[in-house]
């Protein structure tokens, strides 16, 4: 065990132009040395929906490596992580090696971000399972939401790393009436997507419940956003562009970004902005 020592140390606010009205992410911009079970204990302590801790890359394609740990374990991809840290690794004055974005390697793989005017965007990666929720995981979701299964317009797996799975209800005014027992799904990854009027500043309401990695309630989730709108986009149910509200029932004010490329590519952003530099000792 090495001595501690002093480490870079931020916390970012991700998908919100107002401070402190989005999804914070606590990086450390020296994991270097650090082991499996420090990290662990870091993300623990901070009590965040994810702690980050950037190390050298190991492909050399990549900017940097990045490990993303929540309370409960480690995930191999999340994405208002990967925002804040891209942010976190540019203000710390980085450059990256291709001028127009930024290659960050996870245990998911490469992620490429990249920067325009005050946001940044990451490129969905592949989803690791895809299809309709077989009828026994639906009745355990519908039942830990309190609604009948009728109420559900469609369902899928939208696994891109963490485990998602996501229900559409009717209308975004259901999605936030929703009072889930999460002691009914206690290994859940799974959201709530449903539809403003037309007209509205945002498309859709969502809604994302994390028992499984130990959040409750994730004030706005890149991950899930991005595997929802390749579905979503894929099979006509969502424009080529749209917005998300997220993280109204637990007091913030998210606002995400889901477009596709003309290749079909889905890219995720939204405002990024410091909220704390300091030091931590490890």
Same mark, same amino acid.
């Given at each position: 065990m090495h001595p501690p020592r002093t480490r870079a140390f931020v916390q970012v606010d991700v998908f919100s132009a107002s401070p402190f009205l989005g999804n914070p992410v606590a990086v450390v911009l020296d994991g270097t040395g650090l082991s499996k079970q420090q990290m662990q204990r870091v993300a623990s302590w901070t009590n965040l929906s994810e702690t980050t801790f950037v190390l050298p890359a190991t492909i050399p394609e990549a900017d940097y490596r990045l490990r993303i740990f929540t309370p409960g374990g480690e995930l191999p991809f999340a994405g208002h992580p990967t925002l804040g840290s891209a942010w976190a690794w540019l203000d710390a004055g980085n450059t990256p090696r291709q001028a127009d974005r930024i290659i960050q390697e996870c245990a998911a793989g490469l992620v490429t971000v990249r920067q325009e005017a005050d946001e940044l965007s990451f490129a969905a990666p592949p989803r690791i399972r895809e299809g309709d929720l077989d009828k026994g995981e639906l009745d355990r979701i519908v039942a830990a939401f309190g609604i009948t299964p009728e109420r559900v317009v469609a369902h899928q797996w939208v696994d891109n790393g963490p485990g998602w799975a996501v229900v559409q209800l009717a209308t975004a005014e259901e999605v936030? *009436?929703?009072? $889930?027992?999460? #002691?009914? @799904? $206690?290994? +859940?990854? &799974?959201?709530? @997507?449903? +539809?403003?009027?037309?007209? #509205?500043?945002? %498309?859709?309401?969502? %809604?994302?419940? *994390?028992?499984? +990695?130990? &959040? *409750?309630?994730? $004030?706005?989730?890149? #991950?899930m956003n991005a595997a929802v709108g390749q579905w979503l986009i894929s099979t006509g149910a969502a424009p080529s562009s749209y917005r998300v509200s997220q993280g109204t029932k637990v007091e913030r004010a998210a606002s995400i970004h889901v477009a596709a490329d003309t290749d079909g590519t889905v890219w995720v952003s939204g405002t990024t902005t410091m909220c704390i530099r300091g030091s931590i000792s490890l």
């Open positions: 936030l *009436a929703l009072e $889930p027992d999460l #002691s009914l @799904i $206690p290994e +859940a990854m &799974v959201g709530a @997507i449903g +539809a403003w009027p037309e007209g #509205s500043t945002h %498309r859709f309401e969502m %809604r994302t419940f *994390a028992p499984g +990695a130990g &959040v *409750a309630e994730d $004030p706005a989730c890149g #991950s």
